[in-house]
């Protein structure tokens, strides 16, 4: 648990945290080799962070999506809305995922200059959309990702990432989670684009 | 359960469902009368209801916020994001809530011009700039909110209920979720505004 | 004539106001049974009083257009622009000449996800721009009009309906006009959508 | 009658129009020298012409605003929406009744370029927020033109001036109203600035 | 040297110029028959007057566009920047090098308005996106000034019109520059449009 | 020269190119290590690279800014307009020149979640607002940067940064320039942030 996890809330004692709770972060922390910022900020308030990361366990276990492709939506949604924990620490998980130490960075920035597959370029532009201009999407957006070839329940996670992570950016950003140190530099290694 | 909940994928039959999420739907029935079509529209995928609902309830059940409150932010952010399921149904909760049967349809159009008292329309302005902009939020949106009275806790209750209702914006918008006809007009009767 | 018809100028004494002004603000009340507060506003200045409503009985008594799309394009013009006062008291009109309870709420809300024919869908859809952007439009606004089969006349009316809503909504909004009580729930009966 | 006057709608013949129309066309015409094609198109339609000139001349004749403050407010609004006809039209009057060759081109292209005073200043930076989001418009707007010394009054007819404009800048530029050859000219003497 | 030529900045005087600056300072006012303020402006700091110089030069000298192109362009882009000096200086130019006394207007206003050629309204609408929206484009853009007969060449060069002038409206903007008088009226004479 | 230095034009053989740049691309690249690849991309053009390259030289050579300051102010433009390479390039030279291993990624995402003294806060604040809305700056902007003790001479070097910088974003998008590998990890070891 670091003090320092977020700008503008309290972050909890160890000793404040429901059994349940201190677990999933000692499981995260062995797993990663250390606490992801998000889950001492979360800790806050126990009720919120288990609904949280049931939404975050869903989206990851239970879906025909690659994980690669949840983290190029989640790096490019992030980047859409500014949001510095988000990009920097699934910037990491998507170096890692997608073995591609320059896609985060391309993608955090402007997923058009990234070097993708039609369909996902496709599936990035609808992203996008939905988190710039949630009103304007129409039966349009669902055609576009049916005729790049993905199925009705992709069609559906598709929209899950975007959308748990238009939470996430906006808790993380209103809250001033802080990026761990450890994530600005994973996965900058010599795997390929 | 109705077939018709949302237009853009196929609603379960309930015979498909687990017994968890059937409870769920039927207690919800029984409290209101009719299965809000919400509900039918996430049981597309039981991870992600379980997972939404438990937000859902956090966000309710485990605040300083008086439930009102909580309504009033749901309608302002779904107006600003042109959601319709949510503005008509939130709409008729904050009716009933708040017994104030014009309140919705003002903050559902522009919350700048219902009546308010001074910390309400502060907690709606921070509402409607972490929706549109939350790459611009910072200090000062903090500092707003706490001239005016708000505790700590209630400020990341005020935030999350925002950025819950970004989330659940975009999957009604995406996935066409279409407003139970009661919504439309329960809590239209004689209460004082 | 209601004191409180808007919230930021004075709404001028019966006796003060010209004959004719008065004879038509008689002749409102009778119809509906009530004053509409914009036509107390507007009674602030006469001269102005007398060419809004000239704009407006030419617009509603001078075109091809049904009466239902007229409001149907104030409403969902309203809604863009945010007025409170045009999305109530227009939406009870909407509801009533259509004898379509829920399609106000929609239109005011996002007229994407409202039940439309793909004529009034289009129709929207330039009215949409037209108010947002309006030096975006080119030829291109016109012949998507004509393709779905709107005459000359028509094109040029809901130019007219929308410029003139351009108008109010910003009179409306900058005065603080306030919809009587009555527009909330005219129309919210049992007709079909 | 120019049968140039706008791009998207056929002007009238001359024998066409009623009696009133053709006088307000015939006096214009002797009083400018030649008929703006404003007058020709809105022509089009008889109802809408004397409608839109009883507006007009409410504006201009039952106001305390001074007339180069009218076309201030004109000539800024149509920059903000970009609206050919109303910039070259009214930065010809507003050069005339300013008596100020340079003014129009300023304010048409930035009015917080131009040299103006702080009363006009304010005058206009509510006249683009009106303009621009009308939606946003709060008791601040008015507070800011009170405090620099408008008038209720003229406070009224400032946003009745920018609610005009935001008319017929849509008319105009819909039905691709073009400026008479001479208005790009007028005015651009020897004047003060 | 004008004193006035920029608001927020000291205009050197001549004797403190290096001699390259003050020649090419004296003669550009032979030329033109006056010092445009700009260049009285960027002498401000010898060392970019210089490198803005060599950019303009490169830009009018070393292309295949007409001349005529090149100031439709500036004058398109500085009117979606709503810079005053570029806007004023650049129609003055785009008037005599077209001989066409209104277009500037015109493309300063809304270059959808004006009498283009499908091949230059292409330019400018990639023009406009270019300015506005410089994150969005992709090849698309490339191929439809492609599409309309542009040659690679032309291609880069548009773009870098555009991009120089997104740099010189930005200062010209902030160090407030003035148009000198002469730019308001001259070219308004009897050429063709 | 990288054949692949961008994606939409030629890069020139190094036997094509004037002495002069060759003789630069050859000095950067024994400086860098490599050649850059906005150097291969604008020797496409030699008269725009030199006029590049000395808009580029007179901002880092001729202003009491830090180099530090200089690289704060082009990432975070850059962010704002989306570039892929001045983000990744940029970001490289910010980390070295300000020893600063986790800045640039904080200012490419979201300046306002950087940990900045109120002077650099307030400089970049300016520089997002001169690139976003140019319209939009007035005598606040100046003031705002005088009263965090910036000099005359360095506020028209901020200025000239962010003016640069939109130009050359926009060249290197329009380019598809594509960021040598070597940017995305230099300077991502142990300094201080």
Not at 71 to 77: A, F, P, S
Not at 105 to 113: E, F, I, K, P
Not at 142 to 157: A, C, H, K, Y
Request: one cysteine or more; glycine letters at 6%.
């Amino acid at each position: 648990m670091n003090d320092d996890a977020m700008g503008r809330f309290p972050v909890p004692d160890r000793d404040e945290l429901p059994e349940d709770v201190l677990g999933r972060i000692d499981e995260e922390r062995e797993r990663a080799g250390f606490t992801p910022n998000v889950l001492s900020a979360f800790a806050y308030k126990p009720s919120h962070f288990r609904a949280f990361m049931a939404y975050h366990d869903a989206l990851i276990d239970d879906t025909p999506l690659a994980r690669e492709e949840i983290e190029m939506l989640v790096v490019t949604v992030s980047g859409v809305n500014d949001c510095l924990y988000c990009v920097v620490a699934h910037g990491a998980l998507l170096r890692i995922y997608a073995d591609a130490p320059k896609l985060a960075d391309q993608l955090a920035t402007n997923h058009r200059s990234a070097e993708l597959s039609e369909q996902h370029r496709t599936m990035l532009d609808v992203a996008v959309e939905l988190t710039e201009s949630p009103g304007e999407i129409d039966d349009g957006a669902i055609e576009r990702l049916q005729e790049v070839g993905f199925s009705t329940e992709e069609i559906w996670d598709i929209a899950s990432v975007v959308a748990v992570f238009n939470l996430s950016n906006r808790m993380a950003t209103f809250a001033d989670m802080r990026p761990n140190d450890e994530f600005y530099t994973m996965g900058r290694g010599q795997g390929d684009e």
